[in-house]
């Protein structure tokens, strides 16, 4: 198994969370803004074609009024200040394949105490969490598989980016569960879903173990506690039952919460790494 990425985070002995700053403050507006033009120049002329894709992702308007040449350019690099982190995500959306070293942004939201930072891949802005949960999550998409490594991550962007969606990160977050959890459950069945495993794995909690010995009773005469995989099968069913943005004819339908979209994809991501290092398989 892959070792734990180191789970420090520069901002935190840098700034207390509660101190950072949502927006783009005044002092790294200019970084910022030099930043981007370093990007969206290449051996000295502007590289309007990314620029242009940065302007059309980020909803920025071309500079048409001073500048004959470069009008994508100074549309990203003079970008309101409103949308400044709207105009790096685009530019990392847009340059996500490239192997690009976003060290230099990274350093800049750091000290500048930025709630974001550039995610692990270097495709977006996240929210900055608890190192040890950022942690977690890069060791189990690098270790995963692919399918549910690369749903996790979309998962993780739609919950945490710049724009959050909790409906799309909650039904991420089942899906790559879905994934891991169907080929150990249901290796025949030709349509599997969560939903189905979930039902099978109630049904007969047995053939199930977890690599921790099941509990005993606390003292003599209380009853006999849940087994240590039952507790796990417990957690498919919550993730599975707390999903009441899939049908939305169901009486109890509404959006997901934001802290239900990050607990749920907290639970999946334990639920993905505990099967990916067989932690929880059959007897």
């Known amino acids: 198994m892959t070792a734990i990425p180191s789970a420090e985070d520069p901002v935190i002995a840098l700034r207390r969370p509660e101190s950072l700053y949502e927006g783009v403050p005044d002092h790294i507006v200019d970084p910022i803004r030099d930043w981007l033009a370093r990007q969206l120049t290449a051996r000295g002329e502007f590289d309007e074609r990314t620029a242009q894709m940065v302007c059309l992702e980020a909803e920025l308007l071309p500079q048409r009024k001073w500048y004959q ?3 994508y350019h100074y549309g990203v690099r003079f970008a309101p200040k409103e949308k400044l982190l709207r105009a790096v995500n685009a530019y990392l959306k ?4 490239r192997g690009i070293n976003h060290a230099s942004l990274q350093e800049i939201l750091t000290r500048g105490g930025s709630a974001y930072r550039v995610d692990v891949e270097g495709r977006c802005l996240v929210r900055r969490v ?4 950022q942690a977690l999550k890069d060791l189990v998409v690098a270790n995963a598989d692919p399918t549910a490594s690369a749903l996790l991550q979309q998962a993780w962007e739609a919950c945490y980016g710049l724009a959050p969606s909790p ?13 891991v959890i169907c080929p150990l459950v249901s290796p025949t069945n030709p349509q599997p879903t969560l939903f189905k495993s979930r039902d099978t794995l109630l049904k007969d909690p047995s053939v199930w173990e977890l690599t921790i010995p099941d509990p005993k009773p606390r003292r003599a005469g209380d009853p006999t506690p849940p087994t240590s995989a039952e507790r796990i099968i417990a957690l498919v069913d919550l993730l599975c039952s707390g999903h009441i943005s899939r ?3 169901s009486a109890d339908f509404r959006a997901q919460t934001q802290e239900e979209a990050e607990t749920a994809l907290t639970i999946a991501i334990t639920i993905v790494q505990l099967v990916t290092a067989r932690s929880f398989r059959r007897r």
Do not use: F, I, M, N
């Open 94 to 97: 847009v340059t996500k394949d």
């Open 167 to 179: 409906d799309s990160a909650y039904g991420l977050a089942v899906k790559a569960v879905e994934q």
């Open 69 to 71: 040449d470069g009008r």
């Open 247 to 249: 049908h939305t004819g």
């Open 130 to 133: 608890d190192p040890s949960a």
